[in-house]
């Protein structure tokens, strides 16, 4: 089966074909595909993830990839377009591809017929996510700044500095962890 998590309460323009198609399959194809059509609690994706082999990210633009994390957490295996941040945050745990069509394809199909590959990104990927807790982040951002600041220090003397913000999002404690509904 065939398991898309996509609210759609607001599909902008260029969307609306993609909406479209994907309706005609549901009705082509009710007892193979489920829609998502509202958005869904951690604990119902945390399911999601656990009950699947692969996400699939076609994402033109993606800056950090925090679906796939969350799916490579839980053992899903991302098959993904080599866009934005998605080919760091995945590395060597999953396929990425082009964003066509036809290699999205034919790299999901390559993870279905090779169950020890499928293995093997699985078991990667959860190693991988464990290094993106948010403390680890939080300390290594933390300990960059310190160094620009330190470095800054020794070569600019008299230039006057913009101001930066970082902003680093803030969770209540049960909702740091990446992936924690998986472990």
Request: charged residues 30%; aromatic residues 8%.
């Given at each position: 089966?065939?398991?898309?998590?996509?609210?759609?309460n607001e599909?902008p323009?260029e969307?609306?074909?993609?909406?479209?198609?994907?309706?005609?399959l549901?009705?082509?194809?009710p007892?193979?595909i489920?829609?998502?059509?509202?958005?869904v609690?951690?604990?119902?994706i945390a399911?999601?993830?656990n009950q699947?082999?692969?996400?699939?990210?076609?994402?033109?633009?993606?800056?950090f990839?925090l679906?796939v994390?969350?799916?490579?957490?839980?053992?899903?295996?991302?098959?993904?377009s080599?866009?934005?941040?998605?080919p760091?945050v995945i590395?060597?745990?999953?396929?990425?591809?082009?964003?066509k069509?036809?290699?999205l394809?034919?790299?999901i199909?390559n993870?279905?017929?090779?169950?020890r590959?499928?293995?093997r990104y699985?078991?990667?990927?959860?190693e991988?996510?464990?290094?993106?807790?948010?403390?680890d982040i939080?300390?290594?951002?933390?300990?960059?700044y310190?160094?620009?600041?330190?470095?800054s220090?020794?070569?600019?003397?008299?230039?006057?500095?913009?101001?930066?913000?970082?902003?680093?999002?803030?969770?209540?404690s049960?909702?740091?962890?990446?992936?924690?509904e998986?472990?």
């Amino acid at each position: 089966s065939f398991e898309i998590v996509a609210p759609i309460n607001e599909v902008p323009g260029e969307l609306m074909k993609t909406k479209e198609e994907l309706n005609e399959l549901l009705n082509k194809y009710p007892d193979r595909i489920v829609w998502h059509k509202n958005a869904v609690s951690r604990e119902e994706i945390a399911k999601i993830y656990n009950q699947n082999m692969l996400i699939v990210q076609p994402s033109k633009y993606e800056s950090f990839g925090l679906t796939v994390l969350e799916a490579m957490a839980c053992g899903c295996v991302p098959v993904s377009s080599n866009k934005g941040g998605l080919p760091g945050v995945i590395g060597n745990a999953g396929k990425i591809v082009g964003l066509k069509s036809s290699l999205l394809i034919r790299g999901i199909v390559n993870l279905l017929e090779d169950y020890r590959l499928r293995e093997r990104y699985s078991r990667r990927g959860v190693e991988r996510a464990a290094l993106f807790e948010w403390e680890d982040i939080a300390l290594r951002t933390k300990n960059f700044y310190k160094k620009v600041i330190r470095e800054s220090k020794k070569t600019i003397k008299d230039v006057k500095v913009p101001k930066v913000s970082v902003i680093i999002p803030v969770y209540r404690s049960e909702e740091r962890r990446v992936g924690k509904e998986c472990r």
